[in-house]
């Protein structure tokens, strides 16, 4: 069974700091990894996708993959109060694969206090 | 970007009552769509996978009788709660992408079942 896990949080950080979320994968054959932002009572908001090991820079977000040890983050620089929602990792076994079904984790909570 | 289009936004309705939803892909074809619920302060899950012109395929403890699931266009599918009960009230997204292209999620549906 795929698998993907994330802290649940809550994460709370201050305004302006680096919030730093992570994600870990099960099948080592995964070829996508997305990180979708939930505001409460909204649908999911497509964040940022990274194909290949390393880093993806895209604003303020950051995105890290590293295939070997099965591990995916995502960081926030500057973290703003809008920020605070539940981040969602997501895992694809293609690369890109808009028919193929993505696996989710739980979500991790995150807070910025102002 | 891609945009999916999710349609009624909001449905309160009697239990009993069969309830459609419908999904829309308003800039791109789809020939596959995915269906998800959500239940208050949970994760996504998974209930379907629409493919246009064919039969969804339903992941493990969805009834297939109870949502029916109809992808009769390229930007079209549509999730129909069929004799809706209070248990079935949830919120349900949908999600779509062109060809290679990250998931794009819908605005989701909230139902109610009094």
């Known amino acids: 069974q795929k698998e993907v896990e994330q802290n649940s949080g809550p994460l709370s950080v201050p305004e302006g700091a680096i919030a730093s979320l992570n994600c870990t994968y099960s099948d080592r054959g995964s070829q996508s990894f997305f990180w979708y932002r939930q505001y409460s009572g909204k649908s999911p908001e497509l964040i940022m996708f990274i194909y290949s090991n390393g880093d993806k820079e895209d604003g303020r977000f950051t995105a890290q993959l590293n295939k070997a040890s099965q591990y995916v983050s995502l960081l926030i620089r500057d973290s703003q109060p809008s920020d605070s929602a539940t981040y969602l990792c997501?895992?694809?076994?293609?690369?890109?694969?808009?028919?193929?079904?993505?696996?989710f984790g739980k979500g991790t909570l995150l807070t910025v206090n102002p | 970007g891609a945009v999916v289009s999710q349609h009624p936004s909001w449905v309160i309705c009697k239990s009993g009552t069969s309830v459609k939803i419908e999904c829309r892909s308003l800039d791109f074809q789809a020939t596959t769509m995915f269906w998800y619920r959500q239940f208050p302060k949970q994760s996504l899950m998974l209930m379907a996978t629409?493919?246009?012109?064919?039969?969804?395929?339903?992941e493990q403890g969805v009834e297939k009788d109870k949502f029916l699931i109809n992808h009769a266009s390229l930007t079209l599918s549509t999730l129909t709660v069929t004799s809706a009960h209070p248990e079935d009230s949830s919120f349900y997204i949908c999600s779509a992408s062109p060809n290679n292209q990250p998931q794009h999620f819908g605005d989701g549906t909230r139902l109610s079942i009094l």
């Open positions: 629409s493919n246009e012109g064919s039969k969804a395929t339903y």
């Open positions: 997501a895992v694809n076994g293609v690369r890109g694969g808009s028919n193929y079904k993505l696996t």
